[in-house]
């Protein structure tokens, strides 16, 4: 976390003091895609409003909510005998992650940027298994997955305004808007 948080802090320092821009930050939610479920997204980053090609850098963290797919009285252990059968694997937890995100302006002046973003969350699995003898279910093992994220958006930040607001999909979270403010 303390990494992510000093990439925020270096995102938005070089790209609104080294660019001569403007700083934002974000907070946003929304749900689908392959982690399905809900979820929550924090932005900062910079922009330039003054340029012949004006340009947006931003780095994020994306973590879901509601994901756990393990049925309630699952026992966090192994099956304690061999006679048992594999029900798959299963989401245990949220899922979380960081991404990059980087844009232009098409249209000079207009505020409105296209932008892609990429990065990786990460998520518990775990192997679900039933007792044949018992009936419980049972933990069998326990697993972190990563997932590439990637996709893109549009986003508007009006150059006399102190707000921005932006709408984005990716493959892990889905369909997001953010609201923010700018400086």
């Given at each position: 976390?303390?990494?992510?948080?000093?990439?925020?802090?270096?995102?938005?320092?070089?790209?609104?003091?080294?660019?001569?821009?403007?700083?934002?930050?974000?907070?946003?939610?929304?749900?689908?895609?392959e982690?399905?479920?809900?979820?929550?997204?924090?932005?900062?980053?910079?922009?330039?409003t003054?340029?012949?090609?004006?340009?947006?850098?931003?780095?994020?963290?994306?973590?879901?909510?509601?994901?756990?797919?393990?049925?309630?009285?699952?026992?966090?252990?192994?099956?304690?005998?061999?006679?048992?059968?594999?029900?798959?694997?299963?989401?245990?937890?949220?899922?979380?992650?960081?991404?990059?995100?980087?844009?232009?302006?098409?249209?000079?002046?207009?505020?409105?940027?296209?932008?892609?973003?990429?990065?990786?969350?990460?998520?518990?699995?775990?192997?679900?298994?039933?007792?044949?003898?018992?009936?419980?279910?049972?933990?069998?093992?326990?697993?972190?997955?990563?997932?590439?994220?990637?996709?893109?958006?549009?986003?508007?930040?009006?150059?006399?305004?102190?707000y921005?607001?932006?709408?984005?999909?990716?493959?892990?979270?889905?369909?997001?808007?953010?609201?923010?403010?700018?400086?």
């Amino acid at each position: 976390m303390k990494k992510v948080l000093t990439a925020c802090f270096f995102v938005l320092f070089l790209s609104s003091s080294a660019c001569a821009g403007k700083a934002y930050f974000s907070i946003g939610g929304g749900g689908g895609a392959e982690a399905k479920a809900g979820n929550i997204r924090i932005e900062a980053g910079g922009y330039t409003t003054d340029k012949a090609h004006n340009l947006l850098f931003g780095v994020g963290i994306p973590f879901t909510f509601n994901r756990d797919e393990v049925p309630a009285g699952t026992l966090e252990y192994p099956v304690p005998h061999p006679d048992y059968t594999s029900l798959g694997t299963r989401r245990k937890g949220e899922e979380a992650g960081a991404y990059l995100k980087a844009g232009f302006e098409p249209v000079s002046n207009t505020g409105i940027f296209v932008f892609a973003l990429g990065g990786v969350t990460s998520g518990k699995e775990i192997s679900l298994a039933q007792s044949n003898v018992t009936g419980w279910l049972y933990e069998q093992s326990e697993s972190t997955r990563n997932y590439g994220l990637f996709g893109g958006g549009i986003g508007f930040f009006p150059k006399h305004e102190s707000y921005c607001l932006h709408f984005e999909y990716d493959n892990r979270m889905g369909f997001t808007g953010n609201i923010g403010f700018t400086w």
